[in-house]
Nanobody, 126 residues
């Protein structure tokens, strides 16, 4: 049974930092590209960041570039998202996802991901 479990969300003031983690089980983690997406109330899910499995190439949404950093630890089956300089518009449920089809460049499209976590809430107050 595949499980992706996010943690690390919470309430933070604007300008603050949070580190999200996603623990994976039931998959050969080292052969999956991993992504973070987010969904705010009343809005569509949007891509945040991704990291490929083959070369660890990263990709970021323009809105978070320079503020967020995605990383993976294949030994621990975990992917993390370090978020800094948080803004109120970063408030959303953050979801972790796993994609077994892409190797060099992780996809920015949610439809390409095979497995999803339940999400963790991030709230940034102004």
């Amino acid at each position: 049974q595949v499980q992706l479990v996010e943690s690390g969300g919470g309430l933070v003031q604007a300008g603050g930092s949070l580190r999200l983690s996603c623990a994976a089980s039931g998959i050969t983690f080292g052969r999956y590209s991993m992504g973070w997406f987010r969904q705010a109330p009343g809005k569509e899910r949007e891509f945040v960041a991704a990291i490929s499995w083959y070369v660890g190439r990263t990709s970021y949404a323009d809105s978070v570039k320079g503020r967020f950093t995605i990383s993976r630890d294949n030994a621990k089956n975990m992917v993390s998202l370090q978020m800094s300089s948080l803004k109120p518009e970063d408030t959303a449920v953050y979801l972790c996802a796993a994609d077994q089809h892409t190797a060099w460049d992780a996809s920015r499209l949610g439809r390409d991901y095979d497995y999803w976590g339940q999400g963790t809430q991030v709230t940034v107050s102004s």
